[in-house]
């Protein structure tokens, strides 16, 4: 996985893909699946959704950081399931086969079978709203990686592959960061 | 366009659409895009990140309300115009001729051409982060529509449009609102 520019790490979650959020509480490391995720700024901060109903909140919280992982299509059973057992009693990078790669910056590690994965340390915690308030401080990108499509959840249980992309680079150039 | 159950509103948002937001300023309409956005729970309250630079906040602070469109792919180029033009200095309904149908609940307008509108008001705005916290109060949906694909902004001029779906839904049963 190659280093991402900082300052492009917020195009991997405009779009609005359901992610992996790895944490690490000193102990142990768990994984939960998040399609309640918002960019901030461009620098980049990002808020999640998540709270005590998440066994990995308490890691987040004591922590302080995590890791953002985007999968991609072909890992949808495995996101599923992440999303839909407890690491209170499950091993989760074991059952779904995931392999924990040392982060650069932060305790919590990278998932290398995911396209991509931002390091993020925990500002600020929101807890009227249980939104927790993410720096960006590493990205990194598997630029070898054949399937790049990404998943969003419609929160119905069906999720959306994605499909073509269409380029108005020329039409938005006046709102992109760096400029006209 | 038909009435939609507030607890299935959180599904037009959960996969991280583009949409238009309309706000009413007590004299006249506007519209912003917006695809930094996020939903908080299933009641359903959603983020937004907005401030200052969208001349849109000011309305959205003083009347405290704002309807989230949710426009699909053929609208594409509206889409981006809207975003990269200003209500400071332009009518956006009658530049990008869309058509708007008074709301059941709140002063800003809905959208005629867009695939569902979701009527909000502005329960808070954490200024730290730019985050103003919605509540929706009504929402609707084109059922006859076509065309349902929505897009997504990757933030570097591109767009993603809605792919196929893959269904999960006997997976997911035990995290769905309702429950297994």
């Known amino acids: 996985m190659r280093q991402l520019k900082l300052d492009k790490a917020f195009t991997l979650m405009e779009s609005g893909p359901v992610v992996l959020v790895t944490t690490h509480d000193g102990k142990r490391a768990n994984i939960m699946t998040i399609s309640w995720t918002m960019v901030l700024d461009f620098t980049p901060l990002f808020a999640i959704t998540t709270g005590e109903w998440n066994h990995s909140f308490a890691a987040l919280r004591k922590n302080r950081e995590c890791v ?3 999968p991609t299509v072909d890992m949808l059973d495995k996101v599923v399931g992440i999303g839909t057992c407890s690491g209170a009693d499950t091993d989760k990078f074991g059952k779904f086969t995931l392999t924990l790669v040392p982060a650069s910056v932060v305790e919590a590690p990278l998932i290398k079978e995911c396209l991509a994965n931002i390091e993020c340390k925990v500002v600020d915690i929101v807890t009227k709203y249980n939104i927790v ?10 630029r070898a990686r054949q399937e790049t499509r990404t998943i969003h959840a419609v929160g119905d249980g069906t999720f959306i592959v994605d499909g073509r992309t269409i380029d108005r680079k020329k039409m938005m150039a006046s709102k992109l960061p760096g400029g006209p």
Chains 1, 2 share one sequence.
Do not use: Q
């Open 133 to 142: 308030v993410l720096k960006a401080v590493a990205a990194h990108i598997d």
């Open 68 to 70: 953002i992982a985007i």
